[in-house]
């Protein structure tokens, strides 16, 4: 079955920098890949969606790429700010092209110094 | 509209006893998935629906788990009896489509089985 990884548990940067999260996935490419963002105490919140025949998306800050070679997917935030401190999921499907089973990594948790 | 709910937010319960959780998607969403979280696990799919028919019920983990979706607006992940690792973060989700939607989270139930 499909293994994603987030290869980092946690990542501290300054205030204003570039933050980028990795996430791998093992097997088959998906036909799409969604990132999450989640806080304490909350359930995740729907960031930005990538399908496979998109090399990159944007949304204001945010800027996601999709390597199926690599398979991998690169999740960016620009001008990075405290209030972005908050975990960061990447999901995926596990149904071999059903389509039906978002699966999720561990996520990267985020922390943003002033 | 106001997003999924979910009852109860947090629920402590003895070894052996029934653990009801309840979940209400938005209106119109077709799917609905259960999730559990856990700091070991992150985040697992237990079991979805789509248009109130159980659909991969695979992930759950154990007969003492099981769920309902009697009507479009309400759903049931029920436990019994529950044992203490079954403490975690139950998460409830809606989409309006099964393939490649975003999942809207509810709050999630965290619970403690002692």
Redesign the interface.
Known sequence: SQKIEQNSEALNIQEGKTATLTCNYTNYSP??L?W?RQDP??????LL?I?ENEKEKRKERLKVTFDTTLKQSLFHITASQPADSATY?C?L??GGGS?????????TKLSVKP | DAGVIQSPRHEVTEMGQEVTLRCKPISGHNSLFWYRQTMMRGLELLIYFNNNVPIDDSGMPEDRFSAKMPNASFSTLKIQPSEPRDSAVYFCASSLSRVSGELFFGEGSRLTVL
């Open positions: 036909a799409y969604q999450y105490g909350r359930g995740p919140v729907f969606l399908r999921l999901a499907d596990d389509q039906g089973n978002l699966i999720f990594g561990k996520g």
